[in-house]
């Protein structure tokens, strides 16, 4: 662990939770998509959520990115609730995300992408930019700045230009982060982002997510089946299945656990 780690590891149980998730539970019809599960992510923290398929998961990343509400319960980023908040506000108050399916615009180029991230945080309107008032070219060229900064930053300068749908799945990985990224978020939620991929970049993408944390002071939220990913990246894990929490604490404590062996972890990755 380099002294960046060490330092970011060493302050999170004595810093202040950035999320919490309070007793959340999401009913559709007869259906317990989730049953009252609570946890909380420490500032700087990268916490893996883990889980069977239909344990929940996506169910609770949608409720933390505002598209589903839940039946009960509280979620809390900053020590502010956000079932108050609208979807399209999310960004807004620095919470950013990727997707399980890519939801990239396939016939613009990645640098296209990348700004439309970060144009959640620009403060123009239709009429400013109808009379490109000096302060709205301004703000453009700051989020060119900022956008072509993060392009760099994954490597993606030789394809800057390139349509995304002619891009390799993962480097159109790579262009949904930068995007993601480009909205400068607090809390990063991180949906399967190493599906699709293989082995070696299953580990370029281990070292990218604890390289995004020490650099940018980005806490993560990863939700992802390939479980020596998730244990390799992981400062805390949370286990979910059949939408109750079955198991919480660090990667070594969650690999013991009886009930996370017998749901998830004893099968087959």
Not at 5 to 23: C, E, H, I, Y
Not at 232 to 246: L, T, Y
Request: hydrophobic content about 40%; glycine content about 10%.
């Amino acid at each position: 662990m380099n002294q960046s780690s060490a330092n970011t590891a060493g302050a999170l149980s004595s810093a202040q939770p950035l999320l919490q998730v309070n007793d959340v539970a999401v009913h559709f019809g007869g259906i317990i998509a989730l049953d009252g599960v609570s946890f909380d992510v420490q500032q700087g923290a990268v916490l893996g959520l883990i889980g069977p398929n239909g344990a929940g998961k996506t169910t609770l990343f949608n409720c933390l990115s505002r598209l589903y509400i839940p039946n009960s319960g509280d979620i809390r980023f900053a020590g502010e609730t956000i079932l108050n908040t609208a979807p399209h506000k999310i960004a807004d108050i620095g919470i950013g995300r990727t997707f399980q399916n890519l939801a990239l615009f396939g016939t613009m180029s990645v640098l296209d992408n990348v700004m439309v991230g970060g144009h959640s945080k620009s403060s123009s309107d239709f009429l400013s930019n109808a009379l490109r008032l000096p302060w709205v070219t301004a703000e453009e060229e700051g989020l060119a700045d900022a956008s072509w900064e993060l392009i760099d930053y994954l490597d993606l300068m030789d394809v800057a230009y390139t349509p995304v749908a002619d891009l390799p799945f993962g480097t159109q990985k790579r262009v949904e982060l930068a995007r993601a990224l480009a909205s400068k978020p607090k809390l990063l939620l991180l949906d399967e982002p190493a599906g699709g991929l293989n082995h070696d970049e299953v580990e370029d993408l281990g070292s990218l997510i604890k390289q995004i944390r020490d650099d940018r002071g980005i806490t993560v939220l990863l939700v992802e089946h390939h479980m020596s990913l998730v244990m390799a990246v992981s400062d805390h894990v949370v286990a979910i299945d059949f939408g109750r929490k079955i198991g919480e604490g660090t990667p070594s404590e969650v690999q013991q656990n009886p009930e996370v062996i017998r749901a998830y972890l004893g099968t087959d990755d």
